[in-house]
């Protein structure tokens, strides 16, 4: 098994653990099973693909549904946390790349987040 085979299969495993977790049965056969990748080029541009089982059931609808609201609710942070630091054990070499893209990370999400115009707690205060 090649590198990258190693990898989609680790990182098949991980999703399956995750969706494990919320309760979804993943010992179906391996005919069964689909894949999101995400790739991005250095021009910026994101790829995003999903290969679809040939024997599609509700279960799959299911399960593509959760990830899918996983990815996009932020449920899967610790997940891809987890999958970050495993690539740091694996490839040492990486760590200071990696440092700058979780660096970079925690900006967008810190820029993304609005407070309110009046905070609740200052509604609380006897004046």
């Given at each position: ?40 080029a ?54 200071g790349?990696?440092?700058?893209v ?26």
């Amino acid at each position: 098994m090649d590198e990258e085979s190693k990898k989609e299969e680790s990182e098949l495993n991980e999703i399956q653990k995750h969706l494990e977790s919320l309760g979804f049965d993943t010992t179906q056969n391996e005919i069964d099973a689909f894949k999101i990748s995400f790739s991005v080029a250095a021009s910026g541009i994101v790829d995003v693909s999903l290969d679809w089982p040939e024997e599609s059931s509700e279960k799959n609808a299911e399960m593509t549904a959760t990830l899918l609201f996983s990815l996009d609710s932020g449920l899967l942070k610790n997940l891809m946390l987890e999958s970050i630091m495993n690539t740091i054990e694996q490839y040492p070499e990486s760590k200071g790349d990696i440092q700058k893209v979780v660096e970079k990370w925690a900006e967008l999400e810190n820029s993304t987040h609005t407070n309110p115009c009046i905070k609740p707690s200052d509604t609380l205060n006897n004046s």
